[in-house]
């Protein structure tokens, strides 16, 4: 039979007795008591009232003790270890001490290795203020019929928590971790916090549309990690620090559109749009953003801003276009230098490539007709098209949402649905080649960043590229920095290195550098992954044109 603890030292006379403290809690959001520091203050004063030693504490914080549960309770199996591991010692008698039941387990598995510990080992166990005698067969009836209550508790748990999950989505209300960005405000009803609306927080909000400017305007994930982190007010909840993985899944994620995820699909939400991205011109600078953050075969620089202009990005013409240049010191005169990667038998002193390259990208974009062909379908007004293809694009969306909530939305006084399901489909096959077509137009249109629309749009492209110090009465223009030229040139322009015509020509040789500017052939977009059979495509080599 189970003990009161006031009459534990009559049970076990001459004995002192040392407790193991357990606490457990997936999450108290409800300030109800129910947390792990407020379940160990229990525990320690239960000790002090019989007079118990508390010999260990173990707590597993933000954890679920279910057979649902995906992370390890790691105190918990320390518990188990050191109950099985450290030996009896005469005259003393160690209890598990607990809150109740379900912080132990709610998992009939659990409690079996649990009660299993405690019998070899001859260890009680307490909790809601009762002792318990494992290796009395009532008291393992009596805590099985326990767990078996606590894993059904649960089950009702998890069973609720979907219906609410699934009626939240269905609603396209938020659900879960609040997102960095966004702040929530919530009612109690029926003893229950629920969150009635969620907007974009005054000083966060705007960092994520900042954050997607940076990478939009060509600057690298690196850089906008080491300026969130210095700015105060761009913190992380809890102090943790930006890392280039969470930045990453902040400007992937759609939610800050004012979608939510049902499904496997994104639906309008109840929530509204970070501010810059409830325009179309906003989305479209999101997925101009996606775009680059998902291109598996764009080489990203990791780590401080970048100072080499075509390492990694230049190709060796001899060996490839699998071949890149790369950049290393040279032995001579401290100049470095660009060399072939491969076979490091094509070199050439740095400055030379970078001013022959750089000269010929501004003049590319001095001939606006030339480049805006390239670079912009039909010469339209891009922001025009942007705008028209996105609007067309939410009527899309809004009209096949609207249609799809009344096909599943069933009219008590006909007996039918609102919209049949045939009607729905017919409507479907309508829409969504339209919704497609218009889907890639914006890709196509938007796939042209800022940058390169600031260098076709300059009266003078050297200005926005190399800027102008500042003068009498005059402001100075800042140029584009490196992580901006670099994304220019992989853009628009495939650089080639060739052989000097015999070793120690210091001059730079008619078709030693070639360029293939995008539309034209030899240009690619992104290095080969492995060697080709086929030679590259562009100049036979120094005798060749430029």
């Known amino acids: 039979m189970a003990f009161d603890p006031s009459y534990l030292h009559l049970v076990f006379p001459n004995t002192r007795f040392e407790a193991l403290l357990y606490g457990r809690a997936s999450r108290d959001p409800n300030k109800r008591g129910d947390s792990v520091a407020d379940q160990l203050g229990w525990g320690r004063t239960l000790c002090r009232e019989y007079n118990w030693h508390v010999a260990e504490e173990f707590k597993d914080t933000g954890l679920s003790a279910s057979r649902h549960a995906k992370q390890a309770r790691d105190d918990f199996e320390e518990l188990l270890e050191t109950i099985e591991d450290t030996p009896p010692t005469q005259g003393v008698i160690r209890i598990v001490v607990a809150y109740e039941a379900s912080r132990y387990y709610r998992d009939l598995e659990a409690y079996v290795r649990l009660r299993a510990a405690c019998m070899s080992s001859g260890v009680l166990l307490c909790y809601k203020g009762t002792v318990y005698d494992l290796s009395r067969s009532d008291d393992r009836k009596a805590t099985a019929q326990h767990a078996i209550d606590a894993e059904a508790e649960a089950d009702d748990i998890r069973d609720r928590n979907l219906r609410t999950a699934a009626r939240t989505a269905d609603a396209g209300d938020p659900h879960g971790r609040l997102l960095f960005g966004y702040t929530r405000d919530y009612e109690t009803v029926n003893g229950q916090l629920r969150c009635v609306r969620q907007y974009e927080h005054p000083k966060t909000g705007q960092y994520v549309y900042r954050a997607l400017v940076h990478i939009d305007q060509g600057r690298s994930v690196g850089s906008l990690v080491k300026w969130l982190n210095s700015e105060e007010d761009a913190a992380r909840p809890f102090g943790y620090p930006w890392t280039a993985q969470n930045v990453r899944l902040m400007l992937l994620n759609r939610a800050y559109l004012g979608e939510r995820k049902n499904r496997g699909n994104w639906k309008k939400a109840t929530w509204p749009p970070i501010r810059g991205l409830e325009t179309?011109?906003?989305?479209?600078?999101?997925?101009?953003?996606?775009?680059?953050?998902?291109?598996?075969?764009?080489?990203?620089?990791?780590?401080?801003?970048?100072?080499?202009?075509?390492?990694?990005?230049?190709?060796?013409?001899?060996?490839?276009?699998?071949?890149?240049?790369?950049?290393?010191?040279?032995?001579?005169?401290?100049?470095?230098?660009?060399?072939?990667?491969?076979?490091?038998?094509?070199?050439?002193?740095?400055?030379?490539?970078?001013?022959?390259?750089?000269?010929?990208?501004?003049?590319?974009?001095?001939?606006?007709?030339?480049?805006?062909?390239?670079?912009?379908p039909s010469g339209d007004n891009v922001q025009e098209k942007v705008s028209a293809a996105q609007?067309?694009?939410?009527?899309?969306?809004?009209?096949?949402?609207?249609?799809?909530?009344?096909?599943?939305?069933?009219?008590?006084?006909?007996?039918?649905?609102?919209?049949?399901?045939?009607?729905?489909?017919?409507?479907?096959?309508?829409?969504?080649?339209?919704?497609?077509?218009?889907?890639?137009?914006?890709?196509?249109?938007?796939?042209?960043?800022?940058?390169?629309?600031?260098?076709?749009?300059?009266?003078?492209?050297?200005?926005?590229?190399?800027?102008?110090?500042?003068?009498?009465?005059?402001?100075?223009?800042?140029?584009?920095?490196?992580?901006?030229?670099?994304?220019?040139?992989?853009?628009?322009?495939?650089?080639?290195?060739?052989?000097?015509?015999?070793?120690?020509?210091?001059?730079?040789?008619?078709?030693?550098?070639?360029?293939?500017?995008?539309?034209?052939?030899?240009?690619?977009?992104?290095?080969?992954?492995?060697?080709?059979?086929?030679?590259?495509?562009?100049?036979?080599?120094?005798?060749?044109?430029?």
């Open 280 to 376: 179309p011109e906003g989305r479209a600078m999101f997925n101009r953003v996606t775009a680059r953050l998902t291109d598996s075969g764009r080489r990203t620089q990791r780590g401080s801003a970048p100072v080499h202009l075509l390492s990694l990005i230049g190709l060796c013409g001899p060996c490839g276009d699998h071949a890149l240049l790369k950049a290393r010191p040279s032995s001579t005169k401290g100049r470095s230098a660009l060399h072939c990667s491969e076979k490091r038998d094509t070199v050439i002193r740095e400055d030379v490539i970078d001013s022959y390259v750089e000269e010929a990208v501004i003049a590319w974009f001095t001939d606006k007709g030339r480049a805006t062909s390239a670079l912009v």
């Open 391 to 546: 609007r067309r694009i939410n009527a899309y969306e809004e009209q096949l949402a609207e249609a799809k909530a009344l096909s599943e939305e069933f009219d008590e006084e006909t007996g039918r649905f609102k919209l049949s399901s045939s009607a729905f489909a017919s409507m479907e096959r309508s829409l969504s080649p339209k919704l497609e077509a218009e889907r890639k137009t914006l890709r196509t249109v938007t796939g042209v960043p800022p940058v390169l629309l600031a260098l076709i749009g300059a009266p003078d492209p050297d200005v926005v590229w190399n800027g102008v110090p500042e003068g009498e009465g005059r402001p100075g223009v800042a140029g584009l920095t490196m992580e901006q030229k670099r994304e220019v040139i992989r853009k628009v322009v495939t650089v080639r290195l060739w052989k000097a015509s015999r070793p120690g020509i210091q001059r730079l040789e008619p078709g030693r550098i070639t360029l293939s500017f995008v539309g034209e052939p030899g240009f690619r977009d992104r290095p080969l992954r492995a060697p080709a059979n086929a030679p590259a495509v562009g100049s036979e080599g120094p005798s060749g044109t430029e």
